[in-house]
């Protein structure tokens, strides 16, 4: 291994631990809301407010990250993410008051915007093609790992320490994050200094902050209806406005050339319907196994650790099996696979034995991880340097959108369940499986992209050969 390929691991394994950082702070603290809310003489509600902003302060500054980076510089703008986000987790920690600890955590929100997306622009253009999927590998590995080891973290924490330090250990691995990332990362920018958008910033900001706030709302068990109908029209109408100016702005903040490329569009259409659906499985599953089968909490997440230990195992065999049968045919086969194991939870009960569950759930972490890998990797492969930046920033609100929907999609799921039988209030085991039922379907509705691609698709990551005519598509509605 060359010095460069050296390089690109070492900046790809930095990026990765910081993005652990970002996806963590946003699990974390959902077992410590009762010790918190304790120590502030507050409700736990009124504490998760501290969840909720922390999630719109994403979705709000995602759409700035390609500009920032290409005017200022990408180690510039990285290095000085993790600056806020840690210097953010040292106010969550001190906070004495929730208004002191909802205002850290927009702070901290505003960090981890630009530390994801601009870390992920950091890897591409530090990444050779053909070393891609070993480095797309590495970020997503944050992605798979903090929402199942996320909750129990934060029980640990909590029970043997204090919350507080479920903050304050982000400082030393930010200010470790901060020295190596300005040794190891070219301050890349763009030659171009162009004006911020500020039409198109204001236009995506609002609709991001609609449709996260709006799958907030749905989430809950008594879902205000008048208000998430606001909310949609809210998204709908910016969302047009986006559109339209970015595709009349000479300088627009949001670019949808790269919607022409079918393989980016299918990681962003089908991709964002795969990644709903998986992120729902987090949520659901605890659910299951304590208010169905009666587990208590620590057991429960005991079991859930098992989709963790499939994802480990999975691990060394994607490249070699991207490599073998390309994009397409592993998609499909393995997006089958995984859809058939969350249909299998479908006929999970408390009277099936431990070991039957536990493979199921081994088997969907499998399946889960190669997924995740496989559209991550294929997101970027055929997008050229030019494009980067205004691709990123694309797949990057694609990607804070469809994880904030999946919580969302596994309530509303669960609330269609339960209307299914009458419209009981109290969930039963039916009503998980009915939801797990729904959640397989939407998994092969998300293959339908896959299925379109060229067998080809992709293949200057996977070493195959390649005609350049295969590389483009024709124009997707809203891609040009």
Not at 435 to 457: C, E, N, P, Q, T
């Amino acid at each position: 291994m060359n010095h460069a390929n050296k390089r690109s691991i070492l900046i790809a394994v930095l990026v990765a631990g910081t993005f652990y950082m970002e996806f963590l702070d946003a699990t974390v603290i959902a077992t410590a809301l009762p010790q918190m809310a304790q120590s502030f003489h507050t409700s736990p509600i009124t504490l998760s407010a501290g969840m909720s902003v922390y999630m719109l302060a994403l979705a709000v500054f995602t759409p700035i990250c390609g500009w920032m980076a290409d005017r200022f510089g990408s180690c510039s703008v990285f290095s000085t993410a993790i600056g806020v986000f840690t210097v953010a987790s040292i106010l969550c920690g001190i906070s004495n008051t929730p208004f002191q600890f909802i205002a850290a955590r927009v702070l901290q929100g505003m960090g981890g915007s630009m530390m994801v997306p601009v870390g992920r622009l950091v890897v591409l253009h530090n990444t050779e093609k053909k070393n891609m999927i070993r480095a797309i590998a590495y970020l997503t590995w944050p992605g798979l790992l903090a929402p199942v080891i996320g909750p129990p973290v934060g029980g640990f924490i909590t029970t043997y320490a204090t919350w507080r330090w479920i903050f304050l250990l982000n400082v030393p691995l930010g200010v470790a994050g901060i020295i190596f990332a300005l040794i190891l990362i070219p301050n890349k920018h763009s030659d171009k200094k162009t004006r911020l958008d500020i039409p198109g910033f204001i236009f995506a900001g609002v609709t991001c902050t609609a449709v996260m706030y709006g799958m907030d709302l749905i989430g809950r068990r008594n879902a205000p209806w008048l208000l998430i109908a606001l909310m949609t029209g809210v998204a709908l109408l910016f969302g047009f406005l986006a559109v339209w100016h970015a595709k009349h702005s000479p300088h627009p903040l949001l670019e949808f050339s790269a919607l022409k490329i079918r393989t980016f569009a299918a990681t962003i259409w089908g991709g964002s319907l795969f990644r709903m659906a998986v992120q729902s499985i987090p949520f659901l599953t605890p659910l299951m196994f304590q208010i169905g089968f009666g587990m208590n909490a620590f057991d429960s997440g005991l079991m859930v650790l098992a989709i963790f230990a499939g994802n480990i195992a999975m691990k060394p065999l994607t490249t070699p099996a991207l490599r073998r049968y390309g994009f397409r045919k592993l998609l499909l086969v393995n997006g089958t696979l995984l859809a058939a194991a969350v249909l299998a939870c479908a006929f999970l009960s408390p009277g099936t034995p431990r070991f039957i569950i536990l493979a199921v759930l081994f088997w969907g972490g499998l399946c889960r991880s190669m997924q995740f890998t496989s559209i991550n990797t294929l997101t970027f492969a055929d997008v050229p340097a030019p494009q980067l930046s205004g691709a990123n920033t694309l797949f990057s609100i694609a990607w804070q959108m469809s994880a904030g929907m999946g919580i969302a999609l596994g309530a509303v799921a669960l609330q269609m369940s339960s209307l299914i039988h009458g419209g009981h209030s109290i969930l039963t085991v039916s009503d998980f499986h009915i939801a797990f039922v729904m959640i397989a379907g939407v998994s092969i509705v998300s293959l339908y992209d896959a299925f379109r691609l060229d067998s080809k698709a992709g293949a200057v990551v996977t070493g195959h050969a390649v005609e350049p005519s295969e590389m483009q598509a024709d124009a997707i509605p809203g891609g040009e």
